[in-house]
């Protein structure tokens, strides 16, 4: 051999505690369960002291984060069957409007609307979407694209349901408190489940729908009544997310509508990663928050927020979750090329 | 009469609209979801050379359509490299940068009634009642001459032909010798050119501000999605059913609902007809 030059490159190893933890079903010692358990308690807690510890301003914005977070995870459920949306806000806004509408002119307390509205917002959505679910990709979303848009036009021009107005003087929460811990109790719920699903039977057929719908139709399983299911699952949850704002702020107006509610959550999960649930929460706890914050700078706000989000979204194009797994789970040294 | 000539000019200002994106998007498969921020932001750049500057219209015309071609070249570069293949992160990063632009030129005070770039001709003719100034015979004019030459590129020429083989299969190209980033990168450029060439003879009709941008990015999108991504054809049938549809609905209902036209139009024809009325080789794989 003439003298080659020494190469060096990089080699990314499981750590042993992963491994262990991983296949031995028995956990040996403390520290295994503490690596299995600390990730994942730790912010579960830590969610659940803030409403304690956070009052006034960043109250709301814990609240705000944590409705964005039930959105992008409603997001992600359906991006796991293959159904890309660009329309969270159809979800969001059908939930609001069903509550506000109850609760407005039959003045039924929010006991009743918030799970009225969570539920109907589910059929309603899977009513709509269902012709268009045999879409896919950049189509489907475009048409849930237009579907928020399309009903806040409506309600523009025809003045039903209050109007360009809205309805306000709602009735609240019994206090800011229960709002709050309502908030972030059902974003952890809907967390925890959801990655229960998707791990089940259940969330198998739907992520097999996702990677090859071909393969699942060839099973005898019917692809499209799937999809319906999931645009209801996630259209309940969204409209959760609507009903809890709608009475938090006493106030419901076009703006359920809005493209935020469409556009940050989407943001939220291409930051946070995508496929894991995890990621999508991550990612709102993390944007909503830095929005807020920039809040500051004025008019500049929204271009400093879309250099961040376009800096990060190349810096770690899978996402800020799925790096930070890594991290934990791996470690890299560098070996002799040979 | 007055429907027909004016629905005739809109519908050639959405194909013009949608040249430059259907290229990018539709023809080579490359997500710009920045073109309207591109096509206002080179309207911007012309009036800062010729009122600043002090240049003729027709060199900082020039300018800012080279400029802007550059720009795109360089987004595929900086932003779109890393993320390729990740249907979701480019669509992201494209859409973040253009609403970055549009709200940097808001932030410079680019809005309201101060901007407008100068109308080439002056004077008009009457067609029938209807009078119509030279300005919009030269977009009719225009608008044909692109979609004349967009269906000779991507038909005719050796670099139009990968554009498509990128869009089809980008594997099976780089197995005949296309290179996919070179050809990416050209495709970005030359949308991007086509949305500025776009823009120098569409503002001057109006005034220019910022939030022009996510209309023309919406109704691209519309007339795209109508016509079938990836048929030139089918991109001038898209937008002549919007704009006629626009200016019906403007005319017989009232001007508020002109958005309707372009909602309605993809709603109907994606429950219809899922790839558009002319799509024609993504139609199994992707849409349905």
Not at chain 1, 61 to 90: E, H, K, N, P
Not at chain 1, 103 to 113: D, E, G, K, L, M
Not at chain 1, 245 to 272: K, R
Not at chain 2, 4 to 25: D, E, K, P, Q
Request: net charge positive; with cysteine.
């Amino acid at each position: 051999m003439a003298e080659a030059t020494v190469q060096y490159r990089r080699k990314r190893l499981e750590r042993g505690i992963k491994a262990r933890s991983d296949t031995i079903f028995v956990i040996a010692s403390t520290k295994d369960t503490l690596y299995l358990l600390l990730p994942r308690i730790v912010p579960v807690i830590a969610l659940l002291i803030l409403p304690l510890v956070l009052t006034g301003y960043w109250g709301k914005v814990l609240v705000f984060a944590c409705i964005y977070g039930l959105l992008a995870l409603s997001w992600d459920f359906m991006a796991s069957c293959g159904l890309f949306s660009l329309g969270q806000a159809l979800f969001f806004g059908m939930g609001s409007y069903i509550a506000g509408t109850l609760n407005s002119y039959f003045h039924i307390p929010p006991v009743i609307t918030v799970p009225v509205a969570t539920l109907g917002s589910g059929f309603l959505c899977a009513g709509l979407l269902g012709p268009v679910v045999r879409l896919k990709g950049v189509y489907f979303a475009m048409i849930t694209l237009m579907l928020p848009l399309l009903l806040h036009k409506l309600i523009d021009t025809t003045g039903i349901l209050g109007g360009t107005h809205g309805l306000s003087a709602l009735s609240p929460f019994p206090s800011e408190l229960t709002a709050t811990y309502l908030a972030v109790v059902g974003f952890l719920a809907c967390l925890f489940i959801f990655r229960r699903v998707i791990n089940s039977d259940y969330g198998l057929v739907l992520r097999a729908i996702r990677d090859d719908d071909r393969a699942v139709m060839s099973g005898a399983i019917n692809i499209y009544w799937r999809k319906i299911q999931a645009v209801f699952i996630s259209g309940a949850v969204g409209g959760f997310a609507g009903a809890l704002l709608t009475h938090h702020f006493q106030f419901l107006g076009m703006s359920a509508f809005a493209l935020d509610y469409s556009i940050l959550p989407v943001a939220a999960v291409a930051f946070g990663g995508q496929g894991t649930f995890a990621g999508a929460a991550i990612g709102s706890l993390i944007l909503v928050p830095l929005s807020e914050s920039l809040r500051a700078l004025g008019g500049l706000r929204m271009a400093i927020y879309c250099g961040i989000l376009i800096v990060s979204i190349i810096g770690l194009p899978e996402g800020i979750f799925h790096y930070m797994a890594r991290k934990y789970h791996q470690f890299e040294k560098t070996v002799e090329v040979k | 009469m007055s429907l027909l000539v004016y629905g005739l000019i809109n519908s050639v200002i959405l194909a013009l609209y949608t040249v430059g994106f259907s290229l990018c998007y539709g023809i080579s498969g490359i997500a710009n979801f920045s073109h309207g921020a591109l096509y206002i932001l080179s309207g911007f750049t012309a009036w800062n050379l010729l009122n600043l500057a002090g240049l003729p219209f027709y060199l900082s015309a020039g300018l800012s359509v080279i400029i802007t071609a550059i720009l795109g070249f360089l987004f595929y570069w900086v932003l779109l490299l890393r993320v390729r293949g990740i249907p979701l992160a480019e669509l992201i990063v494209t859409f973040a940068a253009g609403v970055g632009i549009l709200e940097l030129l808001t932030w410079e005070g680019f809005y309201g009634m101060r901007y407008s770039l100068p109308i080439l001709l002056r004077g008009g003719v009457d067609i029938g009642t209807v009078s119509i100034d030279y300005q919009r015979l030269f977009v009719l004019i225009t608008g044909v001459a692109f979609v004349v030459f967009l269906w000779l590129f991507v038909h005719r020429t050796r670099v139009g032909l990968a554009f498509r083989a990128m869009a089809q299969n980008e594997r099976t190209a780089l197995s005949v010798g296309i290179e996919s980033d070179w050809i990416g990168s050209l495709s970005m450029a030359m949308g991007a050119g086509l949305a500025s060439l776009a823009a120098m003879v569409v503002l001057p009709l109006g005034m220019m501000e910022s939030s022009i941008g996510l209309e023309v990015l919406i109704y691209a999108l519309a007339v795209a999605i109508v016509g079938g991504l990836e048929s030139t054809l089918g991109m001038v049938v898209g937008s002549f059913i919007i704009g006629f549809g626009q200016i019906a609905a403007a005319k017989y209902i009232g001007a508020k609902w002109m958005i309707i036209a372009p909602l309605a139009a993809i709603v109907f024809v994606l429950v219809i007809k899922p790839s558009g009325l002319f799509g024609k080789y993504k139609e199994l794989e992707e849409r349905v």
